[in-house]
């Protein structure tokens, strides 16, 4: 794997892209001219290259007004999406503001799909506020920072998220700062080398 | 129902987390056209079989809901460095 770091940006070229990458991109295409987001959980491994696929792809989004909502909501349907909770786009919002997540779709198509939630904690926060810039062939990824995602999967705990975390761990390790890994993992009460 | 041999299933997370190292060894060591072709196949074929999954969106989010309730993974949030605080 090649991967360039620039400042903060991570940069990959030449790779192949999946119909879930392709799908991903088609929807980031919409979502961000309403609101920024950060990728987290289980597709961050998969772009670096882990060997399995994911029905879902998790966004964080901050949170924003209703009428903001209702705009992304009205765009995505107009272009043959669709959510997957019955909601309508009211009742969707109000799933957000509880915490809860939504479903996103292409029409008639529930797989794979997109979770969003609001940030709600600190840790969405940090994800957020710290999110990197991953650039695979001139498109961008926004994507929670690594060290987080890595102590983050590791206090999870299902045996998916472990394996998620020593590959991520594996595939950064020349350019992710094991302080501040050994930093969040010691906060979180998580072994540093669960291996 | 017979549970699990608690030795068994230790021996078979340690054989897979020794698979996800191999398999991110191997992926450091190939260029990007290589890893990513590999992994596009096989992403291809399991969504390109999506169409044939025998259950509607509605018992796909009960499916959904039932598995993160039976699930093993911690919820809510953890405790964050001090260093690292923000507000929500």
């Known amino acids: 794997m090649d991967i360039i770091q620039q400042g903060t940006t991570l940069i990959i070229r030449n790779r192949h892209l999946s119909e879930l990458d392709l799908f991903v991109c088609r929807v980031l295409d919409i979502l ?15 772009l670096f290259g882990r060997t399995r696929s994911t029905e879902d792809v998790d966004l964080l989004i901050p949170v924003c007004d209703e009428s903001t909502f209702l705009l992304l909501h009205d765009k995505f349907i107009e272009l043959g999406y669709e959510f997957l909770n019955a909601e309508n786009g009211h009742g969707l919002y109000a799933i957000l503001a509880s915490g809860s997540g939504i479903r996103l779709s292409e029409k008639d198509a529930f797989i794979p799909n997109i979770e969003i939630k609001f940030t709600r904690n600190e840790s969405d926060a940090y994800s957020f506020k710290n999110r990197i810039p991953l650039i695979i ?11 987080m995602q890595i102590a983050y999967k590791l206090w999870l705990g299902s045996g998916k998220d472990i394996e998620d975390a020593i590959y991520i761990r594996e595939i950064s390790r020349n350019f992710i700062d094991e302080v501040l890994l050994r930093d969040f993992c010691s906060s979180f009460g998580v072994n540093y080398d669960p291996s | 129902m017979i549970p699990p041999d608690p030795e068994l299933r230790l021996q078979n997370g340690r054989e897979r987390i020794w698979f996800v190292k191999k398999s991110a060894d191997w992926v450091r060591s190939v260029p990007n056209e290589v890893w990513s072709a590999r992994q596009c196949t096989l992403i291809n074929a399991l969504l390109a ?12 989010l009960k499916m959904i809901e039932s598995a993160q309730r039976n699930s093993d ?11 690292t605080k923000i507000a929500p």
């Open chain 1, 32 to 46: 961000t001219s309403y609101t920024p987001y950060v990728i987290v959980s289980g597709y961050v491994a998969i």
């Open chain 1, 137 to 147: 062939n001139d498109r961008t990824f926004w994507i929670g920072p690594l060290e």
């Open chain 2, 49 to 60: 079989n999506r169409e044939n999954m025998p259950i509607t969106k509605e018992q796909y």
């Open chain 2, 73 to 83: 993974r911690r919820t809510g949030s953890p405790v964050m460095p001090s260093q």
